[in-house]
């Protein structure tokens, strides 16, 4: 940052514990009026934090600036804390090191989000966030490094994707300077002199070494290795959105993104499950529902779900990035085999499942912005606290209709977004015939944005009954 | 019409497990010791204790009717009955309903009942989306006391 405010402030050793210290106090409200408050959630503070501002601001800062929520995570100022009592003695397992976990982790949160109806569960949603915040202890507690963050937290992946799209990253401003540099700080991080070698600065816990680093896969802009490096030479820096899905150096910490089957299926996850996120929340998703069930003889929701959850996460993307594989091989000549090539062109969908994402989430976080002030009230004057005067319910957010268009526009970003990556792909792919590795790429990410215009349009429906058919 | 009973004179208790006072925690020793009984404890406070109070028992019986059945998006209409602990009808109540969306950050409704017999209470809603949504009376007594009940409307349908 070349701004002289925000720079020092990035600069600041305690900017991270400055950020966290709120949003724990805000965590540790929300479990307890999530176990204690009142069941219904639009008046608890546990779920209208959680699904109406924590998601929508989360999708918004990610488009605006970049992965800033994780730099404000408060599970990691328990773990800082806690590891002042518990050193982890072991490495994460050589098998583990990779994204299939935290792929696996973030589907299961979707698929729990629609069969429990967390949005509709103080209950829940407030054992979500102690349980995560016991999955944090846990594992850091047992493993070195920044284990949760970068093989198991499936927020913390979800932010990883999405800030592919942000237009800020901390990099190394001059790499002439890394290229003298013989300490490496900031992979290293920095050890106070004498037998005990204690840690005073840490370096990258993620195994991102500055100099080698691309774009913002894997940053949880912790800014240690800002504070770590001696010569002042990295910082956060602006960027063309999206410009590290266009390209595929091997990066540190990561290699190719070509050739990470799980990054790619984490890319999956990502853009299909936007809309099968926000597909859940729609009517026909129950006239749906209602039908397989009908079909499968079951009266319960689980099974269905887990088919639909089959078939839009596994199914569809399989059968629409494989034809589009195939037609790239045989119609634009790649040479490349099917899988490789699936794998390289499906970052090409994150930035519409981006677009999705954030339509859905800034619906929400927009149209109930004002919502948090009542709750609020209510909270506090359940505590006998006045101050905040009595709850005005009424208080609600932007009207649709003004929302409605900005949900729209997102969707169209997203989908302009998607078809630069795919085309500056099928360039550097088949440089012969770019129109023609293009083209199948482009027909999926339209079919997938026309998709997902017709679910905007759909009336919204919020259910967590299940009728079977 | 049938109206269904909310009367919450059949309140639920709820027992508290109470800790073993030998809990194992003698192998712990030391400073992680004390960390890790902390948490433990909070962890089994908050699985066993934490639970919302309890509403104080009442003599006053509330039952309500909704129609349509089944409620689709539009207008519906809630019919209160109040009987005291005689049986008797309680006239001269306030009563004032809110409806919510099961999910947080949706728009509620609002509206006040009208009494329409003795203590018979009758209000319009107009459901504005499809889903679950929660219906929450409030009435207040004559003689000044107040009590609440939520009634569940589930699954309210476009048409």
Redesign the interface.
């Known amino acids: 940052m070349q701004v002289p405010v925000l720079r020092r402030l990035f600069h600041w050793r305690h900017l991270r514990t400055v950020l966290q210290i709120p949003l724990l106090v805000v965590s540790v409200a929300m479990?307890?009026d999530g176990?204690?408050?009142?069941?219904?959630?639009?008046?608890?503070l546990a779920?209208?934090l959680s699904?109406?501002h924590f998601r929508g601001a989360l999708v918004l800062v990610l488009l605006c600036a970049g992965n800033f929520f994780c730099l404000a995570c408060p599970f990691m100022l328990l773990r800082n804390m806690?590891r002042r009592?518990?050193h982890p003695r072991l490495n994460w397992p050589q098998k583990l090191r990779n994204k299939w976990l935290s792929v696996a982790l973030f589907a299961l949160i979707l698929y729990c989000y629609e069969e429990f109806?967390l949005?509709?569960s103080p209950w829940w949603t407030a054992w979500l966030i102690?349980g995560y915040f016991?999955a944090v202890?846990l594992v850091d507690g047992l493993f070195k490094h920044a284990s949760f963050c970068k093989f198991v937290c499936p927020l913390g992946q979800f932010n990883f994707v999405a800030s592919t799209i942000s237009p800020l990253e901390v990099k190394v401003r001059d790499p002439e300077v890394c290229d003298d540099c013989a300490t490496k700080d900031c992979i290293r991080g920095r050890r106070a002199p004498g037998p005990d070698l204690v840690v005073v600065q840490r370096g990258c816990e993620l195994a991102l070494f500055q100099p080698l680093k691309v774009g913002n896969m894997d940053c949880t802009f912790c800014l240690d290795c800002v504070h770590a490096c001696p010569h002042d030479n990295i910082g956060i820096m602006s960027r063309m959105p999206a410009s590290e899905l266009m390209m595929d150096p091997r990066r540190s910490g990561i290699g190719r993104f070509s050739q990470r089957k799980d990054l790619a299926a984490l890319a999956i996850v990502f853009s299909f499950g936007a809309l099968l996120n926000a597909f859940g929340?729609v009517?026909p998703v129950y006239a749906l529902e209602s039908w397989l069930a009908g079909m499968l003889h079951v009266n319960s929701k689980a099974p269905v779900l887990g088919l639909l959850f089959a078939l839009f996460l596994v199914l569809e993307p399989a059968v629409l990035l494989g034809v589009a594989a195939w037609l790239t091989q045989i119609w634009g000549g790649s040479r490349r085999a099917l899988l490789p090539l699936a794998v390289r062109y499906t970052y090409g969908l994150v930035p519409l499942g981006f677009g999705m994402w954030l339509a859905h989430y800034s619906f929400?976080?927009l149209?109930?912005l004002f919502?948090v002030v009542p709750?609020t009230q209510s909270a506090a004057a359940r505590l006998g606290w006045t101050v905040f005067g009595s709850p005005r319910?009424?208080l609600?957010?932007i009207p649709t209709r003004f929302v409605q268009p900005l949900e729209i526009g997102f969707l169209i970003l997203g989908l302009a977004g998607s078809l630069l990556v795919i085309h500056q792909l099928a360039e550097g792919d088949c440089a012969e015939h770019p129109m023609r590795a293009f083209l199948p790429w482009a027909a999926v990410s339209v079919v997938l944005w026309l998709a997902a215009m017709w679910m905007m349009f759909q009336?919204?429906?919020?259910?967590?009954?299940f009728?079977a058919g | 019409m049938q109206y269904c009973s909310a009367s919450s004179r059949s309140g639920i208790t709820r027992s508290r497990r109470r800790i073993p006072s030998g809990f194992g925690i003698e192998i712990w020793r030391g400073?992680?010791a004390g960390?890790l009984r902390t948490?433990a404890c909070a962890?089994v406070l908050?699985a066993s204790g934490?639970?919302?109070p309890v509403e104080p028992q009442s003599d006053v019986a509330i039952d309500y009717a909704i129609r349509p059945q089944p409620v689709r998006i539009g207008p519906a209409i809630l019919n209160v009955k109040l009987r005291d602990a005689a049986g008797q009808p309680v006239a001269g109540a306030r009563v004032n309903l809110?409806a919510?969306?099961?999910?947080?950050?949706?728009?509620?409704l609002?509206a006040d009942a009208k009494e329409i017999a003795a203590g018979q209470y009758q209000a319009a809603l107009e459901f504005a989306?499809?889903?679950?949504w929660?219906v929450?009376i409030h009435v207040a007594l004559p003689d000044g006391r107040r009590l609440e009940r939520?009634l569940s409307v589930?699954?309210v349908t476009?048409n």
């Open positions: 479990i307890l176990l204690l408050g009142p069941s219904l959630a639009p008046k608890n779920t209208t699904w109406v806690a009592f518990f109806s949005w509709s102690l016991l202890l929340m009517s929400h976080f149209t109930g919502t709750v319910w009424t609600l957010g009336p919204m429906d919020m259910r967590g009954t009728s | 400073r992680r960390v948490v962890a908050l934490c639970r919302k809110e919510d969306m099961s999910h947080p950050g949706m728009a509620p609002f989306m499809p889903g679950d929660f929450l939520q589930p699954g476009s």
